[in-house]
T-cell receptor
């Protein structure tokens, strides 16, 4: 079964600095991968997704992610964070047969002024 | 984009009572709806998958008699927590998606329902 791992539980970054969130996947075939963001007490919003094709994926809110098969990674990046980017970020993979999403444990991002 | 709503957004109930949570796809027809549970500071745990007109498929360890799911139409799924107890207090999130011809289309998430059982 597919799974994703987010090694970083909590990241603190200064406003204006760059951000990178790590995600590693475990899956034999090419996985379908997603990054979601969740603000406190809210549902999930899709930032971007990778199904196939170009390995650098552009998303909303200035985020991008790069699929690297050699490293089994799908790291999320943003060149310059804003205070509003403080939230919980989840990486997820999709089962090819049952369309079930498997979520990583999440990374909490704190933005300091 | 597609919108999924949940109602209520927050509910407090007494132990032993039942609570129904609605999940609606507002501007599209969802062939599949998913119900998740999220504990504080934790990730989402899939509880069950429901397809319109058929019985829900529950994940291992989820009590189907306690968490009743009904997917009566392509725009509405309900989760009923029966005989709720304090340990059922959690954040419940639904998502709705479509598949056609074996092709996956995006899941859209509702805003969640905060259930507190006293």
């Amino acid at each position: 079964a597919q799974s994703v791992t987010q090694p970083d539980i909590h990241i603190t970054v200064s406003e204006g600095a760059s951000l990178e969130l790590r995600c590693n996947y475990s899956y034999g075939a090419t996985p379908y991968l997603f990054w979601y963001v969740q603000s406190p007490g809210q549902g999930l919003q899709l930032l971007l997704k990778y199904f196939s094709g170009d390995t650098l994926v552009q998303g909303i809110k200035g985020f991008e992610a790069e699929f690297k098969r050699s490293q089994s990674s799908f790291n999320l990046r943003k060149p310059s964070v804003h205070w509003s980017d403080a939230a919980e970020y989840f990486c997820a993979s999709l089962g090819s047969n049952d369309y079930k999403l498997s979520f990583g444990a999440g990374t909490t991002v704190t933005v300091r002024a | 984009g597609a919108v999924v709503s949940q109602h209520p957004s927050r509910v407090i109930c007494k132990s032993g009572t039942s609570v129904k949570i609605e999940c609606r796809s507002l501007d599209f027809q969802a062939t599949t709806m998913f119900w998740y549970r999220q504990f504080p500071k934790q990730s989402l745990m899939l509880m069950a998958t429901s397809n319109e007109g058929s019985k829900a498929t529950y994940e291992q360890g989820v009590e189907k008699d306690k968490f009743l799911i009904n997917h009566a139409s392509l725009t509405l799924s309900t989760l009923t927590v029966t005989s709720a107890h304090p340990e059922d207090s959690s954040f419940y999130i639904c998502s709705a998606g479509t598949t056609s011809g074996g092709v996956y289309h995006e899941q859209y998430f509702g805003p969640g329902t905060r259930l507190t059982v006293t």
